[in-house]
């Protein structure tokens, strides 16, 4: 059993920063990538940023230079440090990570938290 809990979402005005924060626990040898996704009402879910055990990242254009990804791996943690918040990046995030345990690896996903930014 692997579990991820995010945590930090909230309400902020436009303009401000929140930071998130994902946790794995459970039966983990090593996380491959972890990721931070988003889905907002009527949407589909979409990929904000991705990094690798290596330290390597990805962002979604809409996000680049106002969100930063980085991980903790001593710690099994991933974070997504949003600044400048847009009222559009409103949106339940959800983090990922691609667990390697006993020769196998599978991709886990936390259970969501609320990022609401007002205008």
């Known amino acids: 059993q692997v579990q991820l809990v995010e945590s930090g979402g909230g309400l902020v005005q436009a303009g401000g920063s929140l930071r998130l924060t994902c946790v794995a626990s459970?039966?983990?040898?090593?996380?491959?990538?972890m990721g931070w996704y988003r889905q907002a009402p009527g949407k589909q879910r979409e990929l904000v940023a991705t990094i690798t055990s290596g330290g390597s990242t990805n962002y979604v254009d809409s996000v680049k230079g106002r969100f930063t990804i980085s991980r903790d791996n001593a710690k099994n943690t991933v974070y997504l440090q949003m600044n400048s918040l847009k009222p559009e990046d409103t949106a339940v995030y959800y983090c990922s990570a691609g667990v390697y345990y006993s020769l196998t690896y599978s991709d886990h996903w936390g259970q969501g938290t609320q990022v609401t930014v007002s205008s």
């Open positions: 459970g039966s983990i040898f090593s996380i491959g990538t």
